[in-house]
């Protein structure tokens, strides 16, 4: 009687094990981030004869995307494929643009975007995982003497049965990017210090 049990409890780890493993072979190496800035909220013109320049930092302690971890097994990490400061840069910059902003290179006045953080965290277990997810964005506006910097800050904490999936955990962060980039672009404290600085 013990004998068939222990039968049955070797079979189900294993079975358990091949899941898990096979589950993980879903989660790419790398990634790249592909925000979108939502127009679903009306997005203000910016009005002002303030000539900026643009300039980003990558100011992360870990500069991976994702991190997997199952118990004190050593984490999976899924790395960006393509510089996820450029990207940023880049799509705040077309929509600075869009709003009438003027942006042009070596001014007086600089935007330095400050990528702090952009990392979802997975911790696996047997027949579950939790995703916590923190996107830091800082905007710093100079002009001689004056500095004006605002920091925006996105978290989400979720759970999910069975394993996790790296193709949805990568929708999921290029989401909270978006919105929090949407978020950047809309916010009017920042846009009036644009305007008049």
Request: positive net charge; aromatic residues 6%.
């Amino acid at each position: 009687m013990i004998d068939a049990w222990s039968k049955k409890i070797r079979f189900l780890t294993l079975v358990s094990a091949t899941f898990f493993l096979f589950s993980c072979s879903n989660v790419p190496n790398t990634m790249q981030v592909q925000p979108n800035i939502t127009t679903e909220k009306k997005i203000p013109a910016i009005n002002g004869d303030i000539n900026w320049s643009l300039s980003s930092q990558d100011r992360r302690i870990a500069h991976y995307l994702i991190e997997i971890s199952a118990g004190d097994d050593v984490a999976t990490l899924v790395n960006e494929s393509n510089s996820s400061r450029l990207i940023i840069q880049q799509h705040l910059n077309e929509q600075w643009l869009a709003q009438g902003l003027n942006i042009s290179s070596d001014n007086a006045h600089k935007i330095d975007v400050q990528l702090i953080k952009l990392l979802a965290k997975v911790k696996q277990s047997t027949y579950k995982h939790k995703i916590n997810s923190e996107v830091v964005i800082k905007i710093q506006l100079k002009s001689n003497n004056k500095t004006f910097s605002k920091t925006f800050n996105s978290r989400t904490l979720s759970e999910a049965p069975l394993n996790a999936d790296g193709v949805k955990i990568s929708a999921q962060l290029n989401k909270q990017l978006s919105l929090l980039l949407t978020e950047i672009v809309i916010d009017p404290e920042l846009n009036s210090k644009l305007e008049k600085f």
